[in-house]
């Protein structure tokens, strides 16, 4: 099965701390992603990478940074945190497409809520 | 860019048929997926499509038209577990997913 594993469930940090929201994927895709999701707004996407060491913006970047030092790791950085960042995260990975009878689809960590104060 | 579109809530009965659509614009397409969330849960991976036409999985089927920017997912034989969110999700060419904000489904006995 795959997996994909988020550092954390559950996290509170104060305003202007800088945190880090590690995820990790056990099934080498190249495709690796950050969302959040909040009431009403659904999943939005805030980096991607489909590659090591690259790293592309998704639509609600700024605030956040990313790091993806190994194929198996994508981190997410909240440079300093405020409390509008507070949400639920989810990481997701998969594999690219074009290759055949390769499956695509995301999978999703189980996510971490993140509380700033 | 994406902008997806998928109606906020429905209510079906149980043993019913459900349709849920989406619209899509995106300035370049690789593919159309559906997610299932359960409240509180992570999503999980219902279908693609990535060619018209119609693609079925037991209960469930999706459909899509490219050339109107235009997917549909059918839940058969509502089950009370069927209650969730659903969410329409787009791939485009520079291998981005963008998701739409979800459709909520309330299965009533």
């Known amino acids: 099965d795959v997996k994909v594993t988020q550092s954390s469930r559950y996290l509170v940090k104060r305003t202007g701390e800088k945190v880090f929201l590690e995820c990790v994927q056990d099934?080498?895709?190249?495709?690796m992603f950050w969302y959040r999701q909040d009431p009403g707004l659904g999943l939005r996407l805030i980096y991607f990478s489909y590659d090591v060491k690259m790293k592309e913006k998704g639509d609600i970047p700024e605030g956040y940074s990313v790091s993806r030092e190994k194929k198996e790791r994508f981190s997410l950085i909240l440079e300093s945190a405020s409390t509008n960042q507070t949400s639920m995260y989810l990481c997701?990975?998969?594999?690219?497409?074009?290759?055949?009878?390769?499956?695509?689809?995301?999978?999703f960590g189980q996510g971490t809520r993140l509380t700033v104060v | 860019g994406q902008n997806i579109d998928q109606p906020t809530e429905m209510t079906a009965t149980e043993g019913a048929i459900v349709q849920i659509n989406c619209t899509y614009q995106?300035?370049?397409?690789?593919?159309l997926f559906w997610y299932q969330q359960h409240a509180g849960e992570a999503p999980t991976f219902l279908s693609y499509?990535?060619?018209?036409g119609l693609e079925e999985k037991g209960r469930f089927s999706s459909f899509l038209s490219r050339s109107k920017g235009y997917s549909y997912l059918l839940l058969k034989e509502l089950q009370m577990k069927d209650s969730a969110s659903y969410l329409c999700?787009?791939?485009?060419?520079?291998?981005?997913?963008?998701f739409g904000a979800g459709t909520t489904v309330t299965v009533r006995a």
């Open positions: 099934m080498d895709h190249e495709n």
């Open positions: 499509n990535v060619l018209d």
């Open positions: 995106t300035s370049g397409f690789n593919g």
């Open positions: 997701a990975s998969s594999f690219l497409p074009g290759q055949e009878f390769m499956n695509t689809e995301a999978f």
């Open positions: 999700a787009v791939r485009g060419l520079d291998y981005k997913l963008s």
